[in-house]
């Protein structure tokens, strides 16, 4: 059975840090693409970074130079360390294995992160 599990969220005020954790189980990690994604309310599921099996990171405009994104495949995580975190960061953060090879798909259940004062 397949688990993505999300943990590190929380309240922070503005210009605060948290670090977010993946970790996987049930997959050949090292296999996977795995990314970020965030859900506001009332708003869409939107892509914040992804990390590839290479360890190459892309990042979402609005987080560029704020959050970094890195994996273990030795222990089966992925971390998340956000920076200088703005309100608008506010939002439900998930957690996504992806493998283009089999179009397998897995996602995590989520962690909220509040910025506000």
């Known amino acids: 059975q397949v688990q993505l599990v999300e943990s590190g969220g929380g309240l922070v005020q503005p210009g605060g840090s948290l670090r977010l954790s993946c970790e996987a189980s049930?997959?050949?990690?090292?296999?996977?693409?795995i990314a970020w994604y965030r859900q506001a309310p009332g708003k869409q599921r939107e892509l914040v970074t992804t990390?590839?099996?290479?360890?190459?990171?892309n990042y979402a405009h609005s987080v560029k130079g704020r959050f970094t994104i890195s994996r273990d495949n030795v222990k089966n995580m992925v971390y998340l360390q956000m920076n200088s975190l703005k309100p608008e960061d506010t939002a439900v953060y998930y957690c996504?294995?992806?493998?283009?090879?089999?179009?397998?798909?897995?996602w995590g259940q989520g962690t909220q992160v509040t910025v506000s004062s």
């Open positions: 990390v590839t099996v290479t360890g190459i990171a």
């Open positions: 996504n294995a992806n493998r283009d090879l089999d179009y397998s798909n897995y």
């Open positions: 049930g997959i050949i990690f090292s296999f996977y693409t």
